[in-house]
Each structure stands twice: as C-alpha cells, then as structure tokens.
C-alpha cells in the first residue's frame, strides 16, 4: 500500500473498484468512500470482450482478458491502482442459494455450524462448490442464515486473472445480490435529481421484483423487506432471445431486429409495414410477460408471501423501447428502470455526453459492486 493511500485510509477515505465482466462487454465503475458521506463516482469505462473468451463465466482466454482488462483499468485510474477491488459472479452461472436455520450448540463455533449444516444438504454437498453465508437474524431459536455455492472451477479462473495482473481482489459478489444492493441504496436520499439525473419513485414495497434482462440470459431476483429472498432464471428471455422472436416473424435480419427494440431504427427507415412491426413487438413483448408472470405466481406460492408490488427492469433490455410501461400495464404493477446512479455523488460536468439512462443499465453492478466499502 503506497504512502499517500495509508493516509487516505487513516482519514476514513477509500475506493472501491467494481469490475463487471461478461460475455460480451467489461465495465469498471470507481467510487470514492469518504466516512459518513454518500460515495462519489469518479470513473466509469467500459470495453468489448471478444466471442469466446468468457464462457458460462469460466475464463477460456487468460492472456486476451488480461490485456482488456489492464488497458480498461488504466484508462479508469491514470493515476494507479489503488484501491479495493471486487467482481462478480453471474446467477445464472450455477449459483445455489438457500435459507437454513441453525440452532446453537455449545462450544461449537457459529460459523462451523453454518458450513456444517450446509455440507450436509444436496446440492451444497457437491466437492466442487465453494460455501459461503451471510447472517440474516439472530433468534430465540437459532441463527437464520443464507447459504451460497458457487463452482470452484469458475471462481479459481477469475482469482487467477486478477494474480496474474497483480491485484488483489478484496471479494468476489453474486450479480442477483448486488443488484439488489443497488436496488436498497438507490432508494436512499439523494442528490441525483440536481445533479440533472433521471430518477424514479420508489416506496417502502414489502417485495420486489428485480428483473434482469440480460442479451444472453435472464433472472427474476426476489427481495423482501429490502434483502435478497430468492431467484429463477427466465428461459427465453434475454435480450438476444427477444431479438430472434422479432426478426424471425418479420423476416430481418437479428441486428436489425435488435436495431427496431431499441430504438436504434425507426419504423419508415426499416421499409416494413408499420402495423407488422407492432403486431410482432406486442407478440414479443407478451411473450416475456408471460414468463415474468410465472415467476410472480411461483415466488407467491412458494412461500405464502403477497405478490411483488412493483418490478424494477434492469439488464439492456430495460432500454427496450416501450417494455417497461407494456410490462406494468400487463401484470397490473408499477414498472421502472433501475438507477444505479441514484446511490452516489456525481458530478455531471465530470462525466459530459453520457447517456444517463443507457449507462444505468450498463453498469448497475459495477457500480453496484463499487458502492461497497471496505
């Protein structure tokens, strides 16, 4: 740790470096930590990863990654790496995650009893999983606490990128759980509203739902009483997955298709019949409130709770044009794009020609995981 970070940190001041690296794009969110005040965005960067690099979240490439990776950190920090770095996993990616309630034993440590416990359940018992635990309360009878696994092999491919680059990483997250971070946070006071931001109205909601739409996979996340409760994959319902549903009925091309969704191509540049396009967007559009339905019924059911009262869209399909409002008339609940942007300090002059509302869904959990503070 080099003199003037010690220095920093003794005056209660620290950054956080969250790193987001999928399939397709690397993003790198830094936030500056001050004690007792709201963090401050300082860098936002993002780059392209090459097809074939990232797999189901295990590294096929090293040295390529490497290279993305080092040449988007220095562009993020001129100034040189300081500071506590953290990535995350994708839900998606085979992450298992349940509830358990352990009662005490004496002289046996409460952590041992957690992992014991665990150990002891199928699937956490599988010898290539990794086990961690959050305590969520401490009761009468016992300590509640969620149980997490994730699979050694990926998690030693990205632990070996970062020693590789000679960084440290402080933690390594789970997407479904930092989004839900963001989602808590973003809910705080805030500046963002004077800082010419887009924000949206939040309430005390007893359960939300956390939908995101990623372009090669999706997840509904559950949070109830602002914590992380449970989630479930969306078959079919990525972004690339909406893109083929729309351009095969209208016979264009899968780019083209991505280029109608988001606005990118209006209807008279496309030379089809605007009422075609419109009939196949709604088919599309229904197609994914469907499946969003099922899993409002399914986490309803499962455990007794109420229906979410609001769902939060976040993933690049939440810049689809006109889903968000489809989704809130179809399912009858209020519907809004995350903001990860509402949780810190920015300065607009600082970050000129961004688009506010396409970054948020870029970089949610890198910023996500930059929010964090150690």
């Known amino acids: 740790m080099r003199l003037q970070s010690l220095i920093s940190r003794i005056r209660g001041e620290s950054q956080t470096i969250g790193l987001d690296i999928g399939h397709r794009l690397a993003r790198v969110a830094v936030v500056g930590h001050k004690h007792g005040e709201k963090g401050t965005l300082l860098a936002l960067e993002q780059d392209t990863v090459p097809e074939g690099i990232v797999v189901d979240n295990e590294i096929r490439n090293v040295s390529v990654l490497m290279d993305k990776v080092h040449a988007l950190l220095s562009r993020a920090m ?41 150990q002891g359940r199928s699937p956490f018992d599988d010898a290539g999983n990794v086990l961690d635990y959050s305590i969520l309360d401490r009761r009468d009878d016992g300590t509640e606490a969620m149980i997490v696994a994730a699979k050694k092999d990926g998690l030693m491919s990205w632990i070996n990128l970062f020693q590789a680059l000679n960084i440290k990483l402080t933690a390594i997250d789970v997407d479904a759980f930092v989004l839900g971070n963001v989602y808590t946070a973003s809910r705080m006071p805030s500046d963002s509203s004077a800082a010419g931001l887009p924000i949206s109205d939040d309430d005390d909601d007893d359960s939300i739902l956390l939908l995101n739409l990623g372009y090669s996979k999706s997840y509904a996340a559950f949070l109830r009483n602002g914590h992380f409760n449970t989630a479930r994959s ?10 083929e549903q729309l351009s095969g009925p209208l016979g264009i091309s899968h780019e083209k298709g991505g280029e109608l969704l988001m606005g990118g191509s209006n209807v008279k540049e496309s030379g089809l019949d605007e009422s075609k396009i419109k009939f196949a967007t709604e088919f599309v559009f229904e197609e994914i409130a469907m499946k969003v339905d099922t899993a409002l019924r399914y986490f309803s059911s499962s455990d007794n709770y109420r229906k979410p009262s609001k769902i939060v869209v976040t993933g690049g ?8 409002p489809f989704l809130a008339d179809r399912l009858s609940l209020d519907a809004v794009q995350l903001n990860p942007f509402k ?32």
Not at 106 to 114: A, D, G, N, T, W
Not at 234 to 243: A, E, K, P, R, W
Not at 317 to 324: A, E, F, K, M, W
């Open 317 to 324: 399909g939440s810049n689809i044009i006109g889903l968000v």
């Open 343 to 374: 949780a810190v300090q920015v300065d607009k002059e600082r970050f000129r020609g961004i688009d506010w509302n396409a970054a948020a869904s870029t970089y949610n959990v890198a910023l996500g995981l930059a929010l964090r503070r150690f």
């Open 234 to 243: 969306i078959l079919g319902g990525s972004v690339y997955d909406l893109q």
């Open 78 to 118: 001129p100034g040189g790496l300081d500071g506590d770095f953290i990535i995350s996993v994708n839900w998606t990616s085979g992450i298992l995650c349940d509830r358990i309630l352990v009662k005490p034993v004496p002289k046996v440590p409460e952590s041992e009893l957690i992992l014991q416990t665990a």
